[in-house]
């Protein structure tokens, strides 16, 4: 099956700083990659829909200064938290989707595959 | 209003025991697809299957079966002769193709005791 990768698994970093996460799609290319914040004890949260080459759709409540995405090539979506703060800590899961195509050229559904996710805790 | 709505927040059960995990879903797409996932204290979310909305075969994998009714939006997940494996947080999940976004369940905690 497609494989999604994240990098870095886990960072602890101090308030202020920054931190860039990394997915990756290792064996295909996803035109759209999704990000999704999960608190502990909590579900997962869409923050935002990442399209390669324009800019990402955030979901409403996310600070779209503060959660910068780039996703520049079909196999790389970044999510760079600017100027973390300790409400910052969560765990953060990207997904990447393929979309299923008959030989025919119809659509037969997309896939999403999960990354592994970061978890992030700012001290 | 919830998209998704997973009841029980937390089941509890002996080990060797069926259970079963409720989905209730909200959509007014005709094609859609539903998933259930699984997440075990790693953290790493772990695929068990996807079904859409023109398919409503019950599915059986193992020890896993699922129960898909359109006309109660329902999309239940039953697991028989549980293990201590089976601990875990489930989540069921929608995807509108309207909205091309996946909205999650808030996730069923499932404790198997031995």
């Known amino acids: 099956g497609a494989v999604v990768s994240q990098h870095p698994s886990w960072v602890i970093c101090k308030s202020g700083t920054s931190v860039k996460i990394e997915c990756r799609s290792l064996d295909f290319q ?15 949260m869409l923050m935002a829909t990442s399209n390669e080459g324009s800019k990402a759709t955030y979901e409403q409540g996310v600070e779209k200064d503060k959660f910068l995405i780039n996703h520049a090539s079909l196999t790389l979506s970044t999510l760079t938290v600017t100027s973390a703060h300790p ?35 700012v001290l | 209003a919830q998209k998704v709505t997973q009841a029980q927040t937390e089941i509890s059960v002996v080990e060797k025991e069926d259970v079963t ?8 797409d005709t094609t859609y697809y539903l998933f259930w996932y699984k997440q075990p204290p790693s953290g790493e979310l772990v695929f068990l299957i996807r079904r859409n909305s023109f398919d409503e075969q019950n599915e059986i994998s193992g020890r896993y079966s699922w129960n898909f009714q359109k006309s109660t939006s329902s999309f239940n997940f039953t697991i028989t002769a549980s293990q201590v494996v089976d601990s875990a947080v489930y989540f ?5 193709t309207s909205y091309d976004k996946v909205i999650f369940g808030p996730g069923t905690s499932l404790s198997v005791i031995p």
């Open chain 2, 92 to 96: 069921c999940a929608l995807w509108e």
């Open chain 1, 87 to 121: 409400e910052d800590s969560s765990f953060y899961i990207c997904s990447a989707e393929i979309s299923g195509r008959l030989a025919g050229g119809d659509v037969i559904g997309n896939e999403q595959f999960f990354g592994p996710g970061t978890r992030l805790t």
């Open chain 2, 21 to 28: 995990l409720d989905c209730v879903y909200e959509t007014r």
């Open chain 1, 30 to 44: 996803a035109t759209t990659m999704f990000w999704y914040r999960q608190f502990p004890k909590q579900s997962l």
